[in-house]
């Protein structure tokens, strides 16, 4: 196998300030004989000095495009719109496989350039479990911001902090009633943060699964006052919420957090939406009589960057490692050719990982 050459991009999402690889796995990665090469990016939650010091070289952000073309472009969320053409072996969350607005855009450019996408949802074990993922730190924030919101206590635009700035917050205060939660997904990554956040905040939610959601008892839904769904869907299924769920004169649900974003996908679980939420704008309402608030932002984890940064990190390290190898990154690659094959595209010259 050559020497593997990672490329650790800036995100350009202004609100990013999470990374794939935190210092100290650069430091393990260098010294296991990989050349790692770091954007310069002062949103990053950890500086660039950390990496220099583990013995990264350091260049200009955005200089990925220049990069050689054995280079591993490692990142986290969207690219910019240019180039046209992706030369490169990327490595980031493309959600690019479940026709989501762009994804025939995007996988375009791959093929136009020759490159490949190793989207990280889809790096995963023989049982089809992902190796790395931000899941419980996504269900934490959503389930966290959810209580705030419900209790009034939200405040925009969000801020990036620290999980013991966000406990303190949750604290109930004195007085303050209970109210009945619900979380879906509950025993997946996502719902597991979720529970833990809403037991934090002095709640004991209702925790639901596939068990409960293949045979949905929309009433007992409808019922709870707050709902966090963590449900990640690869096909058809009934939706949890409707338009008519909305109208309903006896609705209970006044605030929704939708922690896995499946908006624009013909398999969102909560089609009443067709947009996220931000961190300028976090929650939107969706209908007023009785009210409905919605929080959907898609990168949740971004907001206790240091944490979620260095667990994804520890989970990935090991997998760069093997990269190259068949197996997981094998079965990464495969799916990027068969969404390509599925919208006829011509197949990038990266066959192998």
């Known amino acids: ?22 210092p100290s796995d650069a430091r393990r990665l260098v010294r296991d004989g990989v050349t790692l090469t770091v954007e310069d990016s002062p949103q990053r939650v950890f500086p660039t000095g950390a990496y220099e010091e583990a013995g990264c070289r350091v260049v200009e952000a ?37 026709a989501q607005p762009g994804a025939e ?31 419980y730190w996504a269900g934490y924030v959503g389930a966290a911001l959810a209580v705030l919101h419900h209790r009034g206590r939200l405040s925009a635009p969000l801020r990036p902090t620290s999980k013991e ?5 949750l604290q109930p205060a004195p007085g303050e009633a209970e109210f009945a939660s619900l979380v879906i997904g509950a025993l997946g990554r996502s719902g597991r943060g979720a529970r833990v956040a809403l037991a934090e905040a002095g709640l004991d939610p209702t925790c639901w699964d596939l068990t409960e959601t293949r045979d949905l008892d929309r009433q007992a ?15 058809p299924s009934t ?14 649900l006044r605030t929704v957090c939708d922690v896995t974003c499946d908006v624009g996908s013909p398999y969102n679980v909560l089609p009443v939406y067709d947009t996220v939420t931000d961190w300028t704008d976090p929650v939107r309402r969706l209908h007023e009589e009785p009210a409905l608030d919605l929080i959907a932002i ?10 979620a940064s260095t667990d994804f ?28 094959r599925e919208l006829d595209l011509t197949q990038g010259e990266f066959r192998d990982a």
């Not at 196998?1 to 794939?20: A, D, G, I, K, S």
């Open 105 to 135: 855009a995007l996988l375009r450019r791959f093929v136009a350039g020759g490159g490949a996408l190793f989207d990280l949802e889809y790096l995963v074990d023989d049982n089809g479990r992902r190796l790395a993922a931000f899941g």
């Open 165 to 169: 700035e966000l406990d303190a917050e």
């Open 313 to 340: 990190s520890a989970a990935l390290t090991p997998q760069l490692l093997e990269f190259g190898v068949a197996g997981a990154w094998g079965r990464d690659l495969d799916r990027y050719h068969e969404a390509c």
């Open 62 to 98: 955005g200089s990925w495009v220049d990069a050689p073309a054995d280079a591993v472009i490692v990142g986290l969320k969207e690219l910019p719109d240019g180039p046209e053409q992706l030369r490169h072996r990327h490595v980031f969350f493309g959600h690019a496989y479940k």
């Open 221 to 235: 839904l409808l019922d709870h006052e707050l709902m966090v769904n963590t449900v990640l869907t690869t096909g």
């Open 1 to 22: 196998m050559t020497e593997l050459h990672l490329w650790l991009r800036h995100e350009t999402r202004t609100t990013e300030r999470r990374t794939p690889i935190v």
């Open 239 to 252: 939706p949890f919420l409707t338009d008519k769920d909305l109208d309903d004169p006896g609705r209970r």
């Open 298 to 307: 898609d990168n949740l984890p971004s907001l206790l960057p240091k944490e």
